[in-house]
């Protein structure tokens, strides 16, 4: 088989070097709350009406400076504008499919579901808790776990006292449920 058939790579990753956005479940919806999907719109907004404005006013400057091949401006103005747009399309697919969610409407509830704020204790005795979110809005630094990943899926559905069973890579653990939070009023 000619070299020309053959992939590259098989990683997820763009030309760009940058990974590939988190994929949604097949024949899933893209679960957000409120303040996930006015981040992300507002993040659209500001690429479509600052930076892309701005990128686009430099690489016209650059390419009148002559040479185009040679000129690093305009070679790096076409580089951003390209991830700009890619960017610009990526948010445009995922809010057009997004389905806001409420979690206070869950208030008071002990059941986990999508926005649901769970403190468990693992195997060892040790406490954690996470927020369950959106793909496009979670925050990892923040204690903040999409719906789709294996400690969200062990966790839905069950409720306070409950014991789940989380299977990961290392072995399975079993987790006690000790407290389920929702937001109070507002869109969570």
């Known amino acids: 088989m000619s070299k020309a058939f053959t992939r590259e790579t098989d990683t ?3 030309e760009d070097g940058e990974p590939a956005a988190p994929p949604l479940p097949a024949g899933s919806k ?14 659209l907004l500001d690429l479509m009406d600052n930076q892309r404005p701005k990128v686009v006013e430099a690489v016209h400057w650059a390419a009148k400076n002559g040479d185009r091949s040679e000129n690093g401006d305009y070679i790096y103005g076409k580089k951003r504008l390209r991830e700009i747009d890619k960017r610009i399309h990526f948010l445009t697919r995922r809010l057009d499919v997004a389905e806001v969610v409420n979690p206070s409407l869950h208030h008071g509830n002990t059941q986990i579901f999508f926005g649901a704020t769970v403190t468990y204790a693992d195997d060892s005795g040790h406490t954690r808790s996470v927020t369950i979110l959106g793909i496009d809005e979670v925050d990892t630094t923040q204690a903040q776990v999409s719906w789709v990943s294996p400690i969200a899926r062990a ?17 399975a653990q079993e987790l006690e449920i000790l407290r389920v939070v929702y937001p109070v009023g507002g869109s969570g």
């Open 155 to 171: 966790l839905l559905k069950a409720r306070e006292g409950d014991v789940v069973r989380l299977v990961t890579p290392g072995g």
């Open 30 to 43: 893209n679960y957000i709350t409120a303040p996930g999907f006015a981040r992300l719109q507002g993040e």
């Open 12 to 14: 997820s990753d763009d």
